[in-house]
């Protein structure tokens, strides 16, 4: 079993649909959880990061984390087609960064 | 912001050779850098931990004897795929961090190499 579970997709939706991803985990020692962007070619890029249960919100951008179902998401409002990427969750049981584990990442595509 | 470069960008070379992948951070010194593979369609998989002036501290079931990595600097470190062979083609990406403030040490990543061993 994979510690990161993450659906690789493509998830498909029209311009300002929500957007819903998520990611599952069985470590229970993790205790940071990070969203990346990554577009093709290029490496991926820090979009929230998370410490412990709870939820954040930034812009249209919203991240939540369940820790007693390890279970994580992001939620993108107003998708646009510049949001087509593909969206990595990472997870860290250290301080901080250190050590990331990375989810597959799932290929999102809004279409206009 | 932060930025991290790699180069080159993409490499073809025959099997049996060896070569050797840049990551620069361009703003900031990068006290730790970080070696990550990814298949396609895989995770990005760390591969190994770099401080500078140390040795590199290896994942299991990286060998590291093949994968040489080497952090002179605190703003260049080297990844060397030596005897390169077909299974080692992948994606390469770095990522660098500052000096640890805190809770909040993020890593920034390169754009990749993509390596094809013919």
């Known amino acids: 079993q994979k510690e990161v579970e993450q659906d690789p997709g493509p998830l498909s939706v029209p311009e300002g649909a929500i957007v819903s991803l998520n990611c599952t985990y069985s470590?229970?020692?993790?205790?940071?959880f990070m969203w990346y962007r990554q577009y093709s070619r290029k490496g991926p890029e820090l979009l929230m990061y998370?410490?412990?249960?709870g939820n954040k919100e930034d812009g249209r951008f919203t991240a939540q984390v369940d820790k007693s179902s390890k279970y994580i998401s992001l939620f993108i409002r107003d998708s646009q087609p510049s949001d087509s990427a593909t969206y990595l969750c990472?997870?860290?049981?250290?301080?901080?960064?250190?050590?990331?584990?990375f989810g597959t990442g799932t290929r999102l595509l809004v279409s206009p | 912001g932060a930025v991290v470069s790699q180069h080159p960008s993409w490499v073809i070379c025959k099997s049996g050779t060896s070569v050797k992948i840049e990551c620069r951070s361009l703003?900031?010194?990068?006290?730790?850098m970080f070696w990550y593979r990814q298949f396609p369609k895989q995770s990005l998989m760390l591969m190994a931990t770099?401080?500078?002036?140390?040795?590199?501290?290896?994942e299991q079931g990286v060998e590291k004897d093949k994968f040489l990595i080497n952090h002179a600097s605190l703003t260049l470190s080297t990844l060397t795929v030596t005897s390169a062979h077909p299974e080692d083609s992948s994606f390469y990406i770095c990522?660098?961090?500052?000096?640890?403030?805190?809770?909040?040490?993020?890593?920034?990543f390169g754009p990749g190499t993509r390596l094809t061993v013919l």
């Open positions: 998370t410490y412990s249960s």
């Open positions: 990522s660098a961090r500052q000096r640890p403030r805190g809770e909040y040490n993020e890593q920034f």
């Open positions: 990472a997870m860290s049981a250290g301080t901080g960064f250190q050590k990331l584990v």
């Open positions: 703003d900031f010194q990068a006290t730790t």
């Open positions: 470590n229970s020692a993790f205790q940071y």
């Open positions: 770099s401080n500078e002036g140390s040795k590199a501290t290896y």
